[in-house]
């Protein structure tokens, strides 16, 4: 007996003191070496997964006889893909495809060889030339990777922002755009009509990325969202800004063309411009109703001061001029308005008959 206490009043009364420090060494001892450890463990798992997972890089090039400037394209992106492997950043299973768009020079050939060199990269040929937007598109639905970049085989566009894409993708977004940071390369003809351009296109309703051309960063989600798109009358720079998700824009310095001619002559450019015009904005049928009011008021206007000045002010205007040039200026407001029409009904037969966009002879 202790304290005037017997054996069990004792025991009961240690309870009390015993249960509490107990808790007290679990609650701030031994639990927070477990969660200690258990995030540890949390961390590595993490780490792990993100080796594990490492980022699949496509980058796609189309392809219209590029036999000038192809081996030196390749050297460069090969270079480039072994520094961002070496440097964790892709993974090892990345590669390069480009689209032989129906070239008439060694262009497959050469993509042929580089296959058999290199394992990184691989070919897709067209059976025939569809075009760069058909080309780029075949390419974009034909690679294979986590995030597809697009660019022009002609060394022009900074293949060195590939790796600040790909950081912006890593940061969580879906999108990530070229952009031109100056023009200082084109001639004034070229970038007189290319900012004007871009601005009647803005005037006009067209969502676009003002001096982006198709030098951009996708993810695979945006690829198969882009798949769902039927469209015959391809206007890529219109058609992926429709596609919303989280976005952003790097910027590069445009250089001269390492080798060969341009693929882009102004009758391209001119087709390429309007079919971004027509294929995503109504105002020019707009404008053709709003002309042919205004036309009408102004003729009507011209009746009732002919009618004054033939019968109060008893005096008329004699020539030609009068009555021919109206003639001339209507009639030619007449073949526009025409033309114009005949431009959407054009894309509207070529949208109708769905006709598929390009044929793929072969992959590699």
């Avoid at 974009?140 to 697009?150: K, M, P, Q, R």
């Avoid at 209507?330 to 008959?353: A, F, N, P, W």
Wanted: charged fraction near 20%; charge should be neutral.
């Amino acid at each position: 007996m202790a304290f005037g206490f017997d054996a069990y009043v004792s025991g009961a009364i240690a309870i009390i003191p015993i249960t509490l420090s107990s808790y007290i060494l679990q609650r701030f001892v031994v639990f927070n070496k477990e969660k200690e450890t258990i995030k540890i463990i949390l961390t590595k798992t993490i780490k792990l997964r993100i080796l594990v997972s490492k980022t699949r890089l496509a980058i796609v090039l189309p392809c219209y006889n590029e036999e000038e400037v192809l081996p030196e394209t390749n050297s460069r992106l090969l270079k480039l893909l072994e520094q961002m492997i070496q440097s964790g950043v892709i993974a090892e299973n990345s590669g390069i495809y480009y689209v032989d768009d129906g070239s008439r020079d060694r262009t497959w050939e050469i993509i042929e060889n580089f296959n058999l060199e290199n394992s990184f990269v691989h070919g897709i040929k067209l059976s025939r030339n569809r075009g760069h937007q058909n080309a780029l598109l075949a390419g974009l639905f034909t690679a294979e990777g986590d995030v597809i970049v697009s660019i022009d085989a002609d060394l022009q566009d900074d293949i060195n922002v590939i790796k600040e894409m790909v950081d912006r993708y890593l940061e969580g977004n879906e999108i990530i755009y070229g952009v031109r940071s100056s023009r200082g390369t084109d001639t004034f003809f070229k970038r007189f009509t290319a900012q004007m351009y871009y601005r009647l296109l803005k005037s006009m309703g067209v969502d676009l990325v003002y001096n982006h051309a198709d030098y951009r960063l996708m993810s695979r989600k945006v690829i198969d969202c882009l798949k769902g798109f039927k469209e015959v009358n391809l206007f890529l720079r219109g058609i992926i800004p429709q596609l919303g998700f989280s976005t952003a824009t790097v910027f590069f310095e445009r250089r001269e063309r390492f080798a060969g001619e341009s693929k882009y002559p102004l009758r391209k450019m001119l087709m390429l411009a309007m079919d971004g015009i027509t294929s995503f904005s109504v105002v020019p049928l707009r404008m053709i109703t709003m002309l042919g009011l205004l036309i009408s008021i102004g003729s009507f206007t011209m009746v009732i001061w002919i009618i004054v000045g033939k019968f109060i002010l008893e005096a008329t205007i004699p020539g030609w001029a009068s009555s021919v040039l109206p003639i001339y200026f209507i009639g030619g407001i007449q073949l526009l308005s025409t033309g114009i029409l005949g431009e959407y009904l054009s894309k509207v037969y070529m949208e109708t008959k769905q006709r598929p966009l390009y044929f793929i002879e072969s992959v590699i």
